[in-house]
């Protein structure tokens, strides 16, 4: 494995890093999106989950999805490529694989997600953002599982910046790039199934998967994803 992931970052042809990672992204996609959606209605049949918004998902809707998904997927192949650049003329400083660096990487990547997300989020709601680019994310008025890649090809480019941003300040494990996307897809699969756990009551963390579907059907509210902290930041900061 060492020898692999030591290939794939300093010595791979370009090509064959972008064909990996649309690879990556098209099965986390198609397969892992399916796998969840599955358990969700198994936890439904149950009754420990259950559906937010109840209604017709036309089948136009899906095409739409997925069309604009599969082009966010090849974006992301791409946008892969400056960080793998980066790092391989020392612009980007790499720590070891151990299991702490890893994990940790994942961590602080996932964090600084939600603070990328909550800046460019906000940006794309903005009046002319949002009739351009973020019109696109926003024709799924009830989210679906293939709605979580569902781009204009703008905003799947800003997006994908999130490795990009923080290898510019901060060390990373390169194993820590290629698990993060999973853990990343993982949290939008969850807002974005219109499934939740319980009926939407509980503590505020539990929330996120409602409170983003209701983002989706209202087209307004919490700019955040997993967590409403930057939007009660900003509010406060803007009262004082």
Same mark, same amino acid.
Request: charged share 10%; hydrophobic share 55%; no cysteine.
């Given at each position: 494995m060492k020898n692999t992931i030591d290939y794939i970052i300093n010595e791979a042809p370009y090509w064959l890093i972008f064909v990996g990672v649309t690879l990556q992204f098209l099965f986390?996609?198609?397969v892992l999106g399916r796998l969840f959606l599955k358990f969700?209605?198994?936890l439904e049949s149950k009754g420990k989950a259950s559906k937010i918004h109840h209604g017709i998902i036309s089948k136009r809707q899906r095409n739409f999805e997925i069309k604009h998904s599969i082009v966010s997927i090849f974006i992301f192949g791409l946008t892969a490529l400056p960080l793998i650049y980066m790092i391989r003329n020392g612009q980007v400083t790499t720590l070891a694989n151990t299991t702490r660096n890893v994990i940790g990487g994942?961590?602080? #990547? *996932?964090?600084?997600?939600?603070l990328h997300f909550f800046i460019v989020h906000r940006a794309l709601h903005t009046p002319w953002f949002m009739k351009r680019v973020h019109y696109v994310h926003h024709r799924s008025k009830t989210p679906t599982i293939e709605s979580v890649y569902?781009?204009?090809?703008?905003?799947?480019?800003?997006?994908s910046a999130v490795p #990009? *941003?923080?290898?510019?300040?901060?060390?990373i494990?390169?194993?820590a790039l290629i698990y993060y996307p999973i853990a990343s897809i993982l949290i939008?699969?969850?807002?974005?199934?219109?499934y939740r756990i319980g009926d939407g009551t509980g503590p505020n963390w539990k929330l996120f998967v409602t409170r983003h579907n209701n983002h989706h059907v209202k087209g307004r509210g919490t700019f955040g994803f997993a967590t409403d902290f930057f939007d009660k930041l900003l509010?406060?900061?803007s009262r004082q």
């Open positions: 986390m996609y198609f969700f209605k198994l994942v961590i602080f #990547l *996932t964090v600084w997600n939600e569902s781009f204009h090809w703008a905003e799947a480019t800003l997006l #990009l *941003t923080f290898t510019i300040f901060f060390p494990a390169p194993m939008n699969f969850a807002g974005h199934s219109n509010t406060k900061i």
